[in-house]
């Protein structure tokens, strides 16, 4: 594949996503952003556990 060719398949393929939206209908926004949010909150616990040479 020369990089003319697969410029070309890139920009072909994302012009097709634009018709999907891209989200998932059971992917809510705020699950998704709450779940990531408690789980860096766990992780920094847990770093501020083992950090006690405070």
């Known amino acids: ?7 070309a ?3 072909t393929l994302a ?3 634009g ?4 989200n ?4 809510s926004p705020l699950v ?3 779940g990531a949010f ?3 909150l ?3 616990w847990i770093v501020t556990r083992f950090n006690r040479d405070r």
């Open 1 to 7: 594949m020369t990089l003319p060719s697969t410029a």
């Open 9 to 11: 398949q890139l920009a």
């Open 15 to 17: 012009a097709e996503g």
């Open 19 to 22: 018709e999907h939206g891209g």
């Open 24 to 27: 998932h209908e059971s992917l």
């Open 32 to 34: 998704t952003g709450g």
């Open 38 to 40: 408690v789980i860096l």
């Open 42 to 44: 766990l992780l920094l």
